[in-house]
């Protein structure tokens, strides 16, 4: 049998969709992803961005990456471990630590390689990783790199988490949910997880990729939210969400930290975070800082689509985010969706199986501080019509 056999039917696939006029991925952009952004050459609203707070466009953000190059080139040409550790890294891993108010922390080129190295370094032979089953798939991905074992809980259900803790008891483990859930909007039930940790000796470990810059009264996320800072052992996040740039971090004692820093791989053999990148983080987090109304506006525009889709009748399930899921229920329905919201000058993402359970088709829609009354209002008239015209509501 030939290797490649199995290719020619993602080819066919792809191209009856195309043909179709369905074909809703690798869409071009052909400006900055702001509340509005021109994709295919056609002007939009754009309401399937992660950039919640706005600042991927903001020119202190820019000027800093600029002047970042200016100094520092374009490429530090090799991993930090051995020729390409800025002091602009140190910089942002001290802002880092202080922000998330712990004792240390460490940057990643991606997102998605932190997860891998911050578990697979951590997680050794014998030790236990408890997730949930809706945790996105770089924690998945980590634990699948690590020589330890793996349980699943059913999302949310912490009288399941109690069961696989009550039956690991003489295990060293690991807790690790995301904070605010990816797909859905919802947040973890970080209280009771916090009760149940403390309960079976078990460590917790959060990842606060949408939540940052989005939870907390200073943006500091889930723990912050919650008033469970303390509480939390490490602290994952990306910077490509509210934090305008590529990369990402892990926080938590010195120690932790310390010893990820020199078993990580995902780290040790990546190149390092290009200095503008790095520049660009340190800038959002003193915009963050310095303009709590950022998360305030978010919020407002957050609860104000959240109760206009579900008074048009939509199913937006338990979201309580700025990440705000319509269920359809039917993969080409999605597609239909999508597309004729594009038409009409609307922008959202359309999520099919595998990504979420057969008959969990989703429009996922995502809100920004900068989204003006106008452009959701425009938003909410677009999916009435739309909604309608396929059948949904």
Same mark, same amino acid.
């Given at each position: 049998?030939?290797?490649f056999? /199995?290719?020619?039917k993602?080819?066919?696939y792809?191209l009856?969709?195309?043909?179709?006029?369905?074909?809703?991925?690798?869409?071009?952009?052909n400006?900055?992803? $702001?509340?509005?952004?021109?994709?295919?050459?056609? %002007?939009?609203?754009?309401?399937?961005?992660?950039?919640?707070?706005?600042?991927?466009?903001?020119?202190?953000?820019?000027?800093?990456?600029?002047?970042?190059?200016?100094?520092?080139?374009?490429?530090? =040409?090799?991993?930090?471990?051995?020729?390409?550790?800025?002091d602009?890294h140190?910089? &942002?891993?001290?802002?880092?630590?202080?922000?998330?108010r712990?004792?240390?922390a460490l940057?990643?080129?991606?997102?998605?390689?932190?997860?891998?190295?911050?578990?697979?370094?951590?997680?050794? %032979?014998?030790?236990?990783?408890i997730?949930?089953?809706? $945790?996105?798939?770089?924690?998945?991905?980590?634990?699948?790199?690590?020589?330890?074992?793996?349980h699943?809980?059913?999302?949310?259900?912490?009288? $399941?988490?109690?069961?696989?803790?009550?039956?690991?008891?003489?295990?060293?483990k690991?807790?690790?949910?995301?904070?605010?859930?990816s797909?859905?909007?919802?947040?973890?039930?970080l209280p009771n997880?916090?009760?149940?940790? /403390?309960?079976?000796?078990?460590?917790i470990?959060?990842d606060?990729?949408?939540?940052?810059?989005?939870l907390?009264?200073?943006? %500091?996320g889930t723990a912050?939210?919650?008033?469970?800072?303390?509480?939390?052992?490490?602290?994952?996040?990306?910077?490509?969400?509210?934090?305008a740039?590529?990369?990402?971090?892990v926080?938590?004692?010195?120690?932790v930290?310390?010893?990820?820093?020199h078993?990580a %791989? =995902?780290?040790?053999?990546?190149?390092?975070?290009?200095s503008?990148?790095v520049?660009?983080?340190?800038?959002?987090?003193?915009?963050?800082?310095?303009?709590?109304?950022?998360?305030?506006?978010?919020?407002?525009?957050t609860? /104000?689509?959240?109760?206009?889709?579900?008074s048009?009748?939509? $199913?937006?399930?338990?979201?309580?985010?700025?990440?705000?899921?319509?269920?359809?229920?039917?993969t080409?329905?999605?597609?239909?969706?999508?597309k &004729?919201?594009?038409?009409?000058?609307?922008?959202?993402?359309p999520?099919?199986?595998?990504?979420?359970?057969?008959g969990?088709?989703?429009?996922?829609?995502?809100?920004?501080?900068?989204?003006?009354? /106008?452009?959701?209002?425009?938003?909410?008239?677009?999916?009435e019509?739309?909604?309608?015209?396929?059948?949904?509501?």
């Amino acid at each position: 049998m030939d290797l490649f056999e /199995k290719c020619a039917k993602a080819t066919e696939y792809e191209l009856g969709l195309k043909q179709s006029g369905h074909y809703l991925f690798f869409r071009k952009f052909n400006s900055p992803q $702001d509340s509005e952004s021109v994709v295919n050459g056609k %002007r939009v609203i754009m309401i399937g961005s992660n950039n919640y707070l706005g600042l991927a466009n903001h020119p202190r953000v820019k000027e800093a990456a600029i002047k970042a190059i200016e100094k520092y080139g374009t490429g530090c =040409s090799g991993s930090r471990f051995l020729n390409g550790n800025l002091d602009i890294h140190e910089e &942002l891993e001290n802002k880092l630590a202080t922000f998330f108010r712990k004792e240390a922390a460490l940057v990643f080129s991606t997102g998605y390689q932190t997860n891998l190295g911050t578990i697979s370094s951590l997680i050794e %032979r014998n030790d236990i990783v408890i997730m949930d089953k809706g $945790d996105h798939a770089s924690i998945i991905d980590g634990c699948r790199l690590s020589f330890g074992k793996v349980h699943k809980f059913r999302h949310n259900d912490m009288d $399941d988490l109690e069961r696989l803790l009550d039956a690991t008891k003489v295990h060293h483990k690991l807790i690790i949910v995301d904070g605010v859930f990816s797909m859905d909007g919802d947040l973890a039930d970080l209280p009771n997880i916090v009760r149940l940790a /403390k309960a079976y000796g078990a460590k917790i470990m959060v990842d606060d990729a949408h939540a940052i810059g989005v939870l907390g009264k200073g943006g %500091r996320g889930t723990a912050e939210h919650f008033g469970l800072e303390s509480e939390v052992d490490i602290i994952m996040g990306t910077f490509s969400k509210s934090l305008a740039a590529i990369g990402g971090f892990v926080a938590g004692r010195a120690d932790v930290i310390c010893w990820i820093k020199h078993l990580a %791989r =995902s780290m040790i053999f990546s190149a390092a975070l290009p200095s503008c990148l790095v520049a660009s983080v340190s800038t959002a987090l003193d915009i963050i800082k310095e303009q709590p109304e950022l998360i305030a506006r978010l919020w407002r525009n957050t609860n /104000k689509m959240l109760s206009g889709l579900k008074s048009l009748g939509y $199913d937006t399930g338990m979201s309580e985010t700025p990440i705000i899921p319509i269920f359809v229920g039917d993969t080409m329905k999605t597609y239909q969706m999508c597309k &004729l919201l594009y038409d009409n000058g609307v922008f959202v993402n359309p999520v099919i199986s595998p990504a979420v359970p057969a008959g969990r088709e989703l429009l996922r829609t995502s809100y920004m501080a900068t989204h003006t009354e /106008k452009q959701l209002d425009t938003a909410l008239a677009g999916f009435e019509k739309v909604g309608k015209q396929v059948g949904v509501i």
